[in-house]
């Protein structure tokens, strides 16, 4: 700057933004150059050094100050190496996921958002009947006939949240370890559920009991066909059930019924083969032999005599309109899930 000024150039009209007053300009704080042999020679700021890091990151972790979460849906591989000796030697693997709990997230925010709550534990002791219910009137909700459990009642509505999640694998697809087939998303749902389950639970900020619903908005549609356990592709791709051929006719949309989750089951279900759904025969319904076809479509009742399999295989793709398994969370043995509001939408 002061060879340019020396040469009679204006340089105040350069870069106005980054000047905190006429004379001054805002300092860039930098890191280090590297010096060369050559006092006056200098390359761009030195990198912070990998191991550096890596320490300062461990001794972040050890001392809490970070908190990364908790090791999930384990997985093993083999791998190869060559020791020194030269001897090929194989081991196992095993590599985690990462997810940092719900529960942990709701106290987070009860600790975050804990002092913008309208109503503490303590406002509702010297409530009146009156005010009980013009606030239950102002919510529209209909007061329950006993007087204690109504107050239990306003409480519980007035400090429950809605906790939105925008559920599409991609945090599960985007790592290396994990691959985007059905089996690798449904080795995670016994961790989501867990999650879902300590939802029953209320957290606490100060003596008060928080409430929380998980919204879930399961993203594009390949992410509500794993969800619904609906076929990838083929001729009934969507979710709706509506054939490939017929969805764009308008008249066929406004005939068909979209099935419900619980129809799902029903349909998946009056059959015989999907009792061999298991974690590693997760499409039990697919390329099936003409032996296997005739059992499944005579237990579904529908007559199989002198019909060839290429017949059979496109009759029950018609019955189960592209259903494929249970649905992601029903697919566990786990039955006590508050799930009662628990759909996916179609298309
Ligand atoms: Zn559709």
Same mark, same amino acid.
């Given at each position: 700057?002061?060879?340019?000024?020396?040469?009679?150039?204006?340089?105040?009209?350069?870069?106005?933004?980054?000047?905190?007053?006429?004379?001054?300009?805002?300092?860039?704080?930098?890191?280090?150059?590297?010096?060369?042999?050559?006092?006056?020679?200098?390359?761009?700021?030195?990198?912070?050094?990998?191991?550096?890091?890596?320490?300062?990151?461990?001794?972040?972790?050890?001392?809490?100050?970070?908190?990364?979460?908790?090791?999930?849906?384990?997985?093993?591989?083999?791998?190869?190496?060559?020791?020194?000796?030269?001897?090929?030697?194989?081991?196992?693997?095993?590599?985690?996921?990462?997810?940092?709990?719900?529960?942990?997230?709701?106290?987070?925010?009860?600790?975050?958002?804990?002092?913008?709550?309208?109503?503490?534990?303590?406002?509702?002791?010297?409530?009146? $009947?009156?005010?009980? !219910?013009?606030?239950?009137?102002?919510?529209?909700?209909?007061?329950? &006939? #006993?007087? @204690?459990?109504? =107050?239990?009642?306003?409480?519980?509505?007035?400090?429950?949240?809605?906790?939105?999640?925008?559920?599409?694998?991609?945090?599960?697809?985007?790592?290396?370890?994990?691959?985007?087939?059905?089996?690798?998303?449904?080795?995670?749902?016994?961790?989501?559920?867990?999650?879902?389950?300590?939802?029953?639970?209320?957290?606490?900020?100060?003596?008060?009991?928080?409430?929380?619903?998980?919204?879930?908005?399961?993203?594009?549609?390949?992410?509500?066909?794993?969800?619904?356990?609906?076929?990838?592709?083929?001729?009934?791709?969507?979710?709706?059930?509506?054939?490939?051929? $017929?969805?764009?006719? !308008?008249?066929?949309?406004?005939?068909?019924?979209?099935?419900?989750? &619980? #129809?799902? @089951?029903?349909? =998946?279900?009056?059959?015989?083969?999907?009792?061999?759904?298991?974690?590693?025969?997760?499409?039990?319904?697919?390329?099936?032999?003409?032996?296997?076809?005739?059992?499944?479509?005579?237990?579904?009742?529908?007559?199989?005599?002198?019909?060839?399999?290429?017949?059979?295989?496109?009759?029950?793709?018609?019955?189960?309109?592209?259903?494929?398994?249970?649905?992601?969370?029903?697919?566990?043995?786990?039955?006590?899930?508050?799930?009662?509001?628990?759909?996916?939408?179609?298309?």
């Amino acid at each position: 700057m002061e060879a340019a000024k020396s040469l009679g150039i204006d340089v105040s009209k350069f870069k106005t933004e980054n000047r905190i007053s006429g004379r001054d300009y805002a300092q860039r704080i930098r890191r280090a150059r590297h010096k060369l042999m050559y006092e006056k020679v200098s390359i761009p700021p030195a990198s912070q050094p990998t191991r550096k890091l890596h320490t300062e990151i461990r001794r972040r972790l050890n001392n809490q100050e970070i908190y990364v979460g908790e090791l999930i849906a384990p997985k093993t591989y083999r791998r190869n190496h060559i020791t020194s000796s030269g001897v090929l030697e194989e081991t196992e693997v095993t590599v985690h996921g990462r997810k940092i709990p719900l529960e942990h997230i709701r106290r987070q925010m009860n600790v975050d958002q804990g002092l913008l709550f309208r109503w503490r534990k303590d406002d509702y002791e010297n409530l009146d $009947e009156e005010t009980i !219910l013009k606030r239950f009137s102002k919510l529209k909700i209909t007061v329950p &006939s #006993e007087p @204690m459990s109504a =107050l239990d009642e306003l409480m519980k509505v007035e400090h429950t949240r809605n906790l939105k999640v925008w559920h599409d694998h991609s945090d599960i697809l985007n790592h290396s370890y994990s691959k985007a087939t059905d089996v690798d998303q449904l080795s995670y749902t016994s961790t989501r559920l867990e999650d879902i389950n300590s939802l029953h639970q209320p957290t606490y900020f100060k003596g008060t009991s928080i409430y929380d619903v998980l919204r879930v908005f399961s993203g594009d549609g390949p992410a509500r066909q794993f969800e619904a356990g609906h076929q990838r592709g083929g001729h009934y791709s969507c979710l709706c059930g509506i054939s490939v051929k $017929e969805h764009q006719n !308008l008249e066929c949309a406004l005939r068909f019924n979209p099935r419900t989750l &619980s #129809e799902r @089951m029903k349909i =998946l279900k009056s059959g015989v083969l999907w009792k061999e759904y298991s974690e590693r025969n997760i499409n039990p319904l697919c390329n099936l032999k003409k032996e296997a076809l005739t059992d499944e479509l005579e237990a579904r009742g529908v007559d199989t005599y002198g019909k060839s399999a290429a017949e059979m295989k496109e009759k029950l793709v018609e019955i189960l309109h592209g259903i494929q398994r249970p649905p992601a969370l029903l697919s566990s043995d786990i039955h006590s899930l508050s799930l009662s509001r628990y759909e996916i939408p179609p298309c």
